[in-house]
């Protein structure tokens, strides 16, 4: 990558930040980072390449090494029929122990976002200034802070702005799977700084992840209480929609720095002048802490509970699903279907996700279904229960992208049952019904769509063996959160 004005350009700026406060840095930066003319640091863009000579202006004035024979780590990216490069920039601070310093503390944070976009002839923006030009300011500060402490530092640090997060986590996966130098076994903890520009609106900052390594929440809170900063979240569970799942994934213990989605998250709002820049300097200096905290600790280790995510990972979520279809009862002796009716259901749905391959899905769904019948037309008003194993055919970006089929059985408690005129003698309707169910779905980030289909196996009536239900119904969910 070359580009000569870019060096100068971070001179300039180097000038301008030297006299200025923490605070004041980070807005710089930002002012950088988050302009129009970076093309909202999407793939492919010129502005994407500028922010990442910047970064590697930083990381050079600070003194850190480069990863090879520059700071860039180059990998391949294809989506759809284009093929381009992403470039993760890299930079090294050896530790100062003969022995630690061959042990390392990751600190990445995401530097492109989703570019720009042209409405009606104009040209659109989306800036990314907390997601992640905040990560990013923050990421430069902790290498100049970081630097002034290289004697204090046993364990070395790597220093990691990465490309591709935006498009499923790809520059963090590229390192963390073959970045040719370093291997997850020599990998102590990672953290991801993503979205750090909001600490006051939500009022405090998440660590999501600290739990995976052993005492790394009262290690946090203890260093949390010297900055006077409210720790919110220092669980065991690992975030799947940031760069530590690409750690998780070959068991390295890590954490999510986040301070909510208080700003226009994906909105072309999200702008500099939005961020709390005096707060974002607490979250940087405290980071600056912990960091050296970690690289300084005789041991670490993770959690003895902490296994990973990459084999025997376990991962919870839930959200809310919606759907329309049809219903029809058959008559399997005669191989009869009645007319179809209307059919439509609301409810939740809870994701056990058992590894990469094998999901368990429960739902909860107040069902409306019917059919037309000897009776006349039928409705009934049912609360169901189905249960199915999802087998994940396509898996990638920790979960965000699945595609699978999957199978079951379901339980339904007939809560009314509507009839037209009888017509002879009225068969008698059953109040439950148990039936087998098969389908196929996709769970695209928080959205989950499934084409369901339903067979009833204990039949419609109570004095007549031969008509089941059956019906199509396609759901539509959201999902709660990042999951567990």
Same mark, same amino acid.
């Given at each position: 990558?070359?580009?000569?004005?870019?060096? &100068?350009?971070?001179?300039?700026?180097?000038?301008?930040?030297?006299?200025?406060?923490?605070?004041?840095?980070?807005?710089?930066?930002?002012? /950088? &980072?988050?302009?129009?003319?970076?093309?909202?640091? @999407?793939?492919?863009?010129?502005?994407?390449?500028?922010?990442?000579?910047?970064?590697?202006?930083? =990381?050079?004035?600070?003194?850190?090494?480069p990863?090879?024979?520059?700071?860039?780590?180059?990998? /391949?990216?294809?989506?759809?029929?284009?093929?381009?490069?992403?470039?993760?920039?890299?930079?090294?601070?050896e530790?100062?122990?003969?022995?630690? #310093?061959? %042990?390392?503390?990751?600190?990445?944070?995401?530097?492109?976002? *989703?570019?720009?976009?042209?409405?009606? %002839?104009?040209?659109?923006?989306?800036? @990314?200034?907390?997601?992640?030009?905040?990560? +990013?300011?923050?990421?430069?500060?902790?290498?100049?802070? !970081?630097?002034?402490?290289?004697?204090?530092?046993?364990?070395s640090?790597?220093?990691?702005?990465?490309?591709?997060?935006?498009?499923?986590?790809?520059?963090?996966?590229?390192?963390?799977?073959s $970045?040719?130098?370093?291997?997850?076994?020599?990998?102590?903890?990672?953290?991801?700084?993503?979205?750090?520009?909001?600490?006051?609106?939500?009022?405090?900052?998440?660590?999501?992840?600290?739990?995976?390594?052993?005492?790394?929440?009262?290690?946090?809170? %203890?260093?949390?209480?010297?900055?006077?900063?409210?720790?919110? $979240? *220092?669980?065991?569970? *690992?975030?799947?929609?940031?760069?530590?799942?690409? =750690?998780?994934?070959?068991?390295v213990?890590?954490?999510?720095a986040?301070?909510?989605?208080?700003?226009?998250?994906? #909105?072309?709002?999200?702008?500099?002048?939005?961020?709390?820049y005096?707060?974002?300097?607490?979250?940087?200096? /405290?980071?600056?802490?912990?960091?050296?905290? &970690?690289?300084?600790?005789?041991? !670490?280790?993770?959690?003895?509970?902490?296994?990973?995510?990459?084999?025997?990972?376990?991962?919870?979520?839930?959200?809310?699903?919606?759907?329309?279809?049809?219903?029809? =009862?058959?008559?399997?002796? +005669?191989?009869? $279907?009645?007319?179809?009716?209307?059919?439509?259901?609301?409810?939740? =749905?809870?994701?056990?996700?058992?590894?990469?391959?094998?999901?368990?899905?429960?739902?909860?769904?107040?069902?409306?279904?019917?059919?037309?019948a000897? +009776?006349?037309?039928?409705?009934?008003?049912?609360?169901?229960?189905?249960?199915? !194993?999802?087998?994940?055919?396509?898996?990638?970006?920790?979960?965000q992208?699945?595609?699978?089929?999957?199978?079951?059985?379901?339980?339904?408690?007939?809560?009314?049952?509507?009839?037209?005129?009888?017509i002879?003698?009225?068969?008698?309707?059953?109040?439950?019904?148990?039936?087998?169910?098969?389908?196929?779905?996709?769970?695209?980030?928080?959205?989950? *769509?499934?084409?369901?289909?339903?067979?009833?196996?204990?039949?419609?009536?109570?004095?007549?063996?031969?008509?089941?239900?059956?019906g199509?119904?396609?759901?539509? @969910?959201?999902?709660?959160?990042?999951? !567990?």
């Amino acid at each position: 990558m070359t580009n000569r004005l870019l060096p &100068l350009l971070f001179l300039i700026f180097s000038q301008a930040l030297s006299a200025q406060s923490l605070s004041d840095r980070l807005r710089t930066h930002l002012d /950088f &980072l988050a302009a129009d003319s970076l093309d909202g640091r @999407g793939l492919g863009t010129g502005g994407k390449q500028k922010a990442a000579l910047y970064i590697a202006e930083a =990381f050079k004035n600070a003194g850190l090494a480069p990863f090879d024979d520059d700071y860039f780590q180059e990998f /391949f990216i294809r989506i759809s029929l284009a093929n381009m490069t992403g470039t993760n920039v890299i930079g090294v601070l050896e530790g100062s122990d003969p022995d630690l #310093k061959k %042990e390392y503390i990751v600190v990445g944070a995401h530097y492109d976002h *989703v570019g720009y976009e042209m409405k009606d %002839e104009k040209r659109i923006v989306y800036n @990314g200034a907390d997601d992640n030009g905040s990560g +990013t300011a923050g990421l430069m500060e902790l290498v100049r802070i !970081l630097s002034g402490r290289r004697s204090e530092l046993k364990r070395s640090v790597i220093f990691i702005a990465f490309d591709g997060e935006e498009s499923g986590l790809l520059g963090s996966k590229a390192f963390a799977s073959s $970045n040719g130098r370093f291997t997850p076994a020599e990998i102590e903890f990672m953290f991801s700084m993503d979205m750090i520009g909001m600490y006051k609106s939500y009022k405090g900052l998440d660590l999501k992840g600290i739990g995976t390594l052993d005492n790394g929440p009262e290690m946090a809170r %203890e260093v949390a209480r010297r900055h006077n900063l409210d720790l919110k $979240n *220092v669980s065991a569970n *690992v975030e799947s929609r940031t760069d530590t799942w690409s =750690f998780a994934e070959r068991g390295v213990p890590t954490a999510h720095a986040f301070t909510g989605l208080k700003s226009p998250y994906h #909105k072309p709002e999200d702008d500099a002048p939005k961020l709390e820049y005096e707060e974002m300097a607490r979250v940087v200096e /405290f980071m600056a802490d912990l960091t050296s905290r &970690l690289a300084s600790e005789k041991d !670490l280790r993770a959690a003895p509970s902490y296994k990973g995510t990459k084999k025997g990972g376990i991962r919870v979520q839930a959200g809310a699903l919606a759907g329309a279809g049809s219903s029809y =009862f058959r008559n399997d002796a +005669t191989y009869f $279907n009645a007319k179809k009716k209307a059919e439509a259901n609301v409810g939740l =749905f809870g994701q056990l996700h058992l590894g990469k391959r094998i999901t368990l899905q429960a739902e909860g769904l107040y069902d409306f279904n019917g059919s037309d019948a000897v +009776t006349g037309t039928v409705r009934r008003h049912s609360f169901t229960v189905p249960a199915t !194993l999802q087998l994940n055919l396509l898996n990638q970006s920790g979960g965000q992208v699945r595609m699978y089929p999957f199978a079951g059985a379901y339980y339904r408690q007939h809560l009314q049952i509507t009839t037209g005129n009888a017509i002879g003698d009225a068969p008698v309707f059953a109040d439950t019904e148990s039936g087998i169910t098969y389908g196929l779905g996709m769970d695209i980030m928080k959205f989950h *769509v499934a084409l369901t289909f339903r067979r009833d196996m204990t039949g419609v009536y109570t004095n007549e063996d031969n008509t089941f239900g059956s019906g199509t119904v396609l759901n539509v @969910g959201y999902k709660f959160g990042g999951g !567990l």
